[in-house]
Nanobody
Framework: QNQLVESGGGSVQSGGSLRLSCSAS????????MGWFRQAQGQDREAVAS????????LYGDSVKGRTTISVNEARDTIYLQMDSLKPEDTAMYYC???????????????????WGRGTQVTVNP
C-alpha cells in the first residue's frame, strides 16, 4: 500500500479554480492506478477522475467532465487535479486513492483502490 497526502483545498468563489495535489510514498507497484474521489456532507462518495500513470490515460466522472484535468508528474509519485469553473455543488472533501490494478486503469470504481488519503476540503461559495 501507499501513503497518500492531499493538499491544495480551500474556499473559492463560484467560477474559480483550484489545483489539488496528492503526494504518494511507498510501493510504486501499489499506485499503478490513481484517482480522485469526493464526498459531500450527507452524500455518497463520488468518483471524480482516474489516471493510469504509466500511459497517462485518463477518465472523468460526468459531473466534472470538461472542467477538470487529472495529471501525474514524471516521477509518478504525485498526481494533480486541476478544477476550473467551480460550482457550489463541487463542495466536498476530496480524497486521493491508489491501487495496483494497472490492467484495469483508469477506472472510477472506488472498490478497486486500496490506499486512501485523509482528504482535503474544497468549498465553493455562491
Amino acid at each position: 500500500q501507499n501513503q497518500l497526502v492531499e493538499s491544495g483545498g480551500g474556499s473559492v468563489q463560484s467560477g474559480g479554480s483550484l489545483r489539488l495535489s496528492c503526494s504518494a510514498s511507498g510501493d510504486r507497484n501499489g499506485r499503478a492506478c490513481m484517482g480522485w474521489f469526493r464526498q459531500a456532507q450527507g452524500q455518497d462518495r463520488e468518483a471524480v477522475a482516474s489516471i493510469y500513470p504509466g500511459g497517462r490515460s485518463t477518465l472523468y466522472g460526468d459531473s466534472v467532465k470538461g472542467r477538470t484535468t487529472i495529471s501525474v508528474n514524471e516521477a509518478r509519485d504525485t498526481i494533480y487535479l486541476q478544477m476550473d469553473s467551480l460550482k457550489p455543488e463541487d463542495t466536498a472533501m476530496y480524497y486521493c486513492a491508489a491501487g495496483p490494478h494497472y490492467w484495469h486503469c483508469p477506472i472510477l470504481t472506488s472498490e478497486k483502490y486500496n490506499s486512501w488519503g485523509r482528504g482535503t476540503q474544497v468549498t465553493v461559495n455562491p
